[in-house]
């Protein structure tokens, strides 16, 4: 079983306000995080080190070496990144796909897939991780709680690996928040938007609760009907 003994680094690659509300919550677990994004480390320094208190501004690079990177950008870029450059590396995908940021995208919008496997087929050297994502980012600035508080929020996991997962359950107990395993990576679409969960800012039983009710959901349906009929 994976603890958070067995984390020292974080890397974030994305400096908006998910990326910075993660980068705090590592911060406050005693993590090294490394905050990354499009523009170069010196551009901006001055931002992250305001917003998070000792992390550092590095490259894409230096991020991906981290134990644990976080993808938070608009979803849309998400293939500029170099896959070379995470090649090994446990990435948890928070991104989401919204149309009026990235504009209209078949290629994210299909719903025979979950955009995290979309994700993992470019980075496809890397060991992607669905989590991060549904939870609003009020939530993440403002929220996280200490294990046992029963106002602590449940934060939904997706990955293929069972070890990957329990290291990114691990990440999420760390920063504040009770990990719910949903399952494979494809079980992703069960908490993307347009979900009851995407949002819900709930507890871990009940995220439990709405994650099992996902397929008698009108997008449950959607999906579903896609799929042939059939479910991850």
Known sequence: ???TADLSSLGVIGAGRIGRAIAVLGRAAGLDVRVAASR?????????????LGAQAVSVDEAARADIVV????????????????????VVDAMNYWWELDGARPDLDDPTTSTSEIVQAHFAGS???KALGHVSGY????????????????????GDDAGDVAAVGALVDALGFDPVVAGALAEGVRFEPGTELFGADA??????????????????RVVSRARGGSRP
Not at 206 to 216: D, I, S, V
């Open 71 to 90: 993808l938070a950008i608009p979803m849309g870029r998400f293939r500029q990144l170099p896959a070379e450059a995470l090649q090994g590396a446990l």
């Open 203 to 220: 507890g871990a039983g009940e995220a439990r609760e709405m994650l099992a009710r996902f397929w008698q959901s009108q997008r449950g």
């Open 127 to 129: 060991r992607v991780v």
């Open 139 to 158: 939530a993440l600035e403002e929220l996280a709680r200490p294990a046992g508080d029963p106002d602590r929020l449940g934060m939904a996991i997706a």
């Open 1 to 3: 079983m994976t603890t």
């Open 40 to 52: 170069p480390p010196e551009q901006i320094r001055a931002e992250v080190e305001a917003a998070v």
